[in-house]
Every structure is written in structure tokens, then in C-alpha cells.
């Protein structure tokens, strides 16, 4: 006889056992407490409980039935059918308490979840995994997980056949369910016994409860909990939650507000010399967090600024969303000039960006409320994205750093693909770069060419059997966050037009490039769709903004944008999750 049970641990720190002195004093708390709640007289005594030891592990087992309660199938059938019949069913249930050394752990049956409910470790499953996981080996099939940023409180996510941990979007989320796979390694360290052949990798489910996703029987069961006495003693990893939200209030909204008033205060110094001193200038991200797409869909921003009635003037009109924060600066500078910060600092808060398409208002919002950045406070790294503040703990920093390296080590483009070099002192702009593919065979440059609000790559590559999309960034700043907002836009663009039967978005680009005499390779209409029957790739290819040519992954220490690790990390999993490949590429400058 076999079963699959969910192994729970008791919290013997609860208020109510955290006192008691013996496994048997900690169960007859528990089920009394259960007595007390339904009115039941008399007190619950251990010695009735049936006992058994295996290798100094102790089971207890509670035994109980259940009320009787009336069948649900009375409802269901006929009364000339039930009128005689009683349809009352009792049902057994159970607790199997298991005393090792340390820990009590429990195993349920019937209705029993309700007594050790309030006494379980509610991180038990979690904690659990967390001491043999192997990130880039276990394998998700379903996470559940608490929303901390963004405007998802709750997240279900599914995923396809190796999906790795390592390449899970973890950041702004707290993990509370996860069904996977575990290692070959792990399997054949701790669960082998439960092993058919020699290529099986044991699966499991991990909360409040830890599970082995297979029957065993008793003997099984009793290997099971050695294995996890055993488990309980290795170091944890805290690598599925590893950052903080700063939630102090005071912190938040006083002392890191004010510096971050105070760096863009400082950056007026660089108006006017953005490329020539990009190294010293604040690196940031600018984009309105609550509706990515239709901010990079904009045609046309609109500036406005308080007047004295309280009102809301417009002072400037861009069609650039990269002119936005210059144009901000400009206008603090122009009305209030470099030495009196408070009314520079009251011009920030109240600048306000509205975003229109196709001459209708699409959305709008502060001015601050589109900047995402990172800076060292108090001796610590702090970091903004979508509002949120996180105080970057040493973990926090050394997941990224793992993950990018990862990414970037994984999932490489072809080296012939992009065969131009980009030295910065002859080729200033990313236009510049990518238009020196336009006259290329097999080559289409995109770059500019704007379709229903979107840029679908810069650059377009294709072979007898894949098609490589490919946007270009120089630097591995805060700015990629921009790149990698771009990528996924245009990913869900391109598969929704892919799902019709005309493909309206490729017509138009086609039409775009035609008109402007890009080279298409003499490719007509029918043709140039028929390049996205092909295996469809994006590239993410940049350059290093270093003084010195450094690989990106072998020098993740030079490479100091935890905003440009995080957006590289979030863009990846997505694609690989919800689109399409996503491969990277550094562009030599020599």
C-alpha cells in the first residue's frame, strides 16, 4: 500500500510550545487546543496514542473519526431514492507526529490539516528546498509567488520543459509554492532509494509542506524523513528571496528622495555634454512604469509645469521620449537658474509628463515618477525600479551578478552574425552603427523604421532557416533597461501580428522601408513575410562603455549597473517564458 503525503514540521517556537520540554507534552497541546476549539470535555492524554521507533525516530500516530456528516449525493438523487436511507458517512482521520532529534515533523490524513494548522513552520517546504537547491540544474514547472512590485499582487506561472530556477524572474517577488524538478546531482544524493532507473530525477513540491511528487510506502516514507534530518543540517540558500524592500517610511520618502533631488541637481552640470561626459552624468532610466508600452508607443510628450494658481502649463512639446529628461533640467535651469535647490527640488516633483498618440492622450504622470536608478547610501547600494526602494543586501548583489553571468554565458549568438566592430571615437551614434549593415546581403536595418508606435528591432538578419532580430545599445549601463523594455514590447507585437492572417504590422514596415530606399534585398512584400516563417531569434547586442574592452561576463566586478544586471535578467526569462529565444551578443570596439 502506498500513498502521497505531505510532510508538515512543527514551529516549536510557537508561543503556546515554546515552553513544553518533550514531543509528548507538544502533541497533547496541540490536539487539547484542538478539543478546546470544538467543545470537546476532557483532556487529550499521550499515553493512548500508539508508538513505534525506527533508527531513533519516533512515530506518534492520533487516530480519530470524523462527525458523521450527510453525504453530498442526498442532494443529488431523487427523494424517492434517499427517503429511507440515512446517507451519513463518517471518515477516518489522522495525525502521524515523527520526533527526531530536533524536530517534529507531521503527516496528515482526513480531516486532520485543522488541528496542526496553527503550529506548522509555514516555511517548512520552502526552507527545505532552499538547503539542496542547484539553481542551474532544478527545473520549474509551476511557481506561485507574492507580487512586491508592479500591479500583481498574486502571480501563477507555468513553464515549459527545462525552465530553470536560475532562469526564473525572482526579483520583486516572494516565493510561497513551487512544484520542479530537482538536480541528477541532488536526486542521487538524498533520493536515490526512490529511484526506477538511473536517469530519473525525483520531483518534488515545496510551502508549507515538503512532498516527494511519487507514492512510497511506509519504509519510503520513514527513508524520506532520515533524508530530511540529514537536509536539515546543510546550509541554507536564500537565493529565491534575496533583497529587502525598504519600507521606513522616513528612509523612503526623506533621506533617499532628497538625494536623489540632490543627483539630479548635480546632473544639471552635464546639460548640453551628455556624450562627453556620459561617465559622469546620472545613470538612470526613464520610463513610465505603469504602462511601459504605450510610453514607447508615444508620438508626442507633452511638459508641463505648475503655474501659480495652481494650475498646469505646458512649457515644451518633444516627440523623442530620450528628450524628456533633459528638457525637465533645461526648464529648472531656465526659471531658477543653479543655486537655489529647494525651488529646483519643487520643479521636479510638480513637472508633470502627459503622453499622446496619433494626437489622442494616452496616459500621464510625474516626472519622478519615471525614473528608475542605484546609488551607494550610507556605505549600501540602493536601488529604485517602479517606485519601489530596495536596499541591495550582498546576496541581493551576488544573485545578479550570477544571473547575468549565466544569461550571458548560455545563450550566446552566432559569432558571424554581426560582423562590424564599434569604435566609439569613429562611430558616435547606434544609428551610425547599424546603418553600416544596410547595403549587406541578408541584412535589412529597421532601425527608425516605426510601425503603430513600434521600432520591431534595429537590425534584421536572416539565413535558409532562421531570422535573427537584433537591437543594439551601446554601454551596459542603467540605458539597457530601455533596450530590454524595447525587446519584449516588440516580441508580444510581433506574435500577436504573426497569429493574423495578413500580418498588418509587416505590411507596414515593408511599406516604411520602401519609402525611405532601405535596402530589402530586392525582397517583395510576400517574401519579406515569408522571412518570419523562419526560426524566429532575438538578439540583444551591445557594446562595453568601459575604457577598456572588457568582456562583460568575465569582468562582472567592472560592470557595476545592478539596473542594466536586473533588466538583462527580467528580458531573458520573459522571452524564453512567453516568446522567443533570446540570445546575447558583446560588440568588440576594435
Request: hydrophobic letters at 35%; glycine letters at 4%; one cysteine or more.
Amino acid at each position: 500500500m502506498t500513498q502521497n503525503p505531505k510532510i508538515y514540521r512543527i514551529d516549536k517556537e510557537h508561543r503556546l510550545l515554546k515552553k513544553l520540554a518533550s514531543c509528548k507534552l507538544i502533541i497533547e497541546k496541540i490536539i487539547n487546543t484542538e478539543f478546546k476549539k470544538q467543545g470537546i470535555k476532557g483532556k487529550f492524554d499521550t499515553s493512548s496514542l500508539k508508538r513505534i521507533i525506527r533508527d531513533d525516530i519516533t512515530y506518534y500516530l492520533y487516530l480519530y473519526d470524523s462527525n458523521e456528516t450527510v453525504s453530498i449525493w442526498k442532494d443529488f438523487l431523487p427523494k424517492e431514492l434517499t427517503s429511507s436511507e440515512g446517507f451519513t458517512e463518517q471518515k477516518l482521520s489522522l495525525v502521524l507526529f515523527v520526533e527526531t532529534e530536533y524536530d517534529i515533523y507531521c503527516i496528515i490524513g482526513g480531516n486532520a490539516f485543522q488541528i496542526i494548522l496553527p503550529f506548522i513552520d509555514k516555511s517548512f517546504g520552502l526552507n527545505v528546498y532552499s538547503r539542496i537547491m542547484q539553481p542551474e540544474f532544478d527545473e520549474i514547472a509551476s511557481i506561485k509567488s507574492r507580487g512586491i512590485t508592479g500591479s500583481r499582487a498574486g502571480l501563477s506561472e507555468q513553464f515549459r520543459n527545462n525552465y530553470r530556477i536560475i532562469d526564473y524572474i525572482k526579483f520583486g517577488k516572494v516565493t510561497q509554492e513551487i512544484h520542479l524538478k530537482l538536480s541528477q546531482e541532488t536526486t542521487d544524493l538524498h533520493f536515490n532509494f526512490l529511484k526506477n532507473k538511473d536517469s530519473d530525477r525525483i520531483q518534488i513540491y515545496v510551502s508549507k509542506a515538503f512532498k516527494i511528487k511519487k507514492n512510497v510506502d511506509f519504509n519510503e516514507l520513514h527513508l524520506v524523513i532520515k533524508e530530511l534530518v540529514v537536509i536539515s543540517e546543510l546550509a541554507p540558500s536564500d537565493y529565491l528571496d534575496s533583497y529587502k524592500e525598504i519600507t521606513d517610511k522616513n528612509l523612503t520618502e526623506n533621506l533617499l528622495h532628497q538625494e536623489l533631488i540632490t543627483r539630479l541637481f548635480n546632473d544639471t552640470e552635464n546639460l548640453g555634454s551628455r556624450i562627453s561626459s556620459a561617465h559622469k552624468s546620472f545613470q538612470h532610466d526613464f520610463c513610465n512604469p505603469n504602462n511601459i508600452e504605450k510610453f514607447y508607443e508615444a508620438d508626442e510628450f507633452r511638459l508641463k509645469e505648475k503655474t501659480d494658481n495652481g494650475g498646469y502649463t505646458v512649457f515644451k512639446i518633444v516627440h523623442d521620449r530620450n528628450d524628456i529628461y533633459d528638457a525637465v533640467l533645461i526648464r529648472a535651469v531656465e526659471r531658477f537658474g543653479v543655486s537655489d535647490r529647494f525651488k529646483f527640488m519643487n520643479f521636479v516633483r510638480s513637472a508633470y509628463v502627459t503622453c499622446y498618440q496619433d494626437g489622442k492622450h494616452s496616459m500621464g504622470s510625474g516626472f519622478l515618477f519615471h525614473i528608475s536608478t542605484e546609488f551607494p547610501f550610507d556605505g549600501t547600494p540602493v536601488f529604485l525600479v517602479d517606485t519601489k526602494w530596495y536596499r541591495l543586501q550582498d546576496t541581493f548583489v551576488e544573485d545578479l551578478k550570477t544571473n547575468t553571468k549565466h544569461v550571458l554565458n548560455t545563450y550566446k549568438a552566432p559569432i558571424n552574425i554581426l560582423t562590424e566592430s564599434w569604435d566609439k571615437s569613429v562611430i558616435r551614434t547606434e544609428g551610425e552603427y547599424n546603418f553600416k549593415y544596410n547595403p549587406k546581403p541578408n541584412y535589412i536595418v529597421i532601425d527608425t523604421i516605426i510601425a503603430d508606435g513600434l521600432e520591431l528591432c534595429d537590425i534584421m538578419y536572416y539565413d535558409d532557416n532562421n531570422l535573427y532580430l537584433i537591437h543594439v545599445k551601446y554601454g551596459f549601463q542603467s540605458k539597457i533597461r530601455e533596450l530590454t523594455n524595447q525587446i519584449t514590447i516588440s516580441a508580444r507585437r510581433l506574435r500577436e501580428t504573426l497569429g493574423t492572417k495578413k500580418k498588418p504590422l509587416l505590411e507596414k514596415i515593408y511599406k516604411r522601408l520602401v519609402e525611405k530606399k532601405y535596402d530589402i534585398n530586392k525582397l517583395s512584400l510576400d517574401e519579406f513575410k515569408a522571412l518570419f516563417d523562419k526560426k524566429i531569434s532575438f538578439i540583444f547586442a551591445f557594446a562595453s562603455h568601459l575604457s577598456t574592452d572588457l568582456v562583460v561576463e568575465k569582468h562582472i566586478e567592472k560592470y557595476t549597473s545592478n539596473i542594466a544586471r536586473y533588466s538583462l535578467i527580467q528580458c531573458s526569462s520573459e522571452m524564453r517564458a512567453y516568446y522567443y529565444d533570446l540570445l546575447n551578443y558583446q560588440i568588440p570596439r576594435k
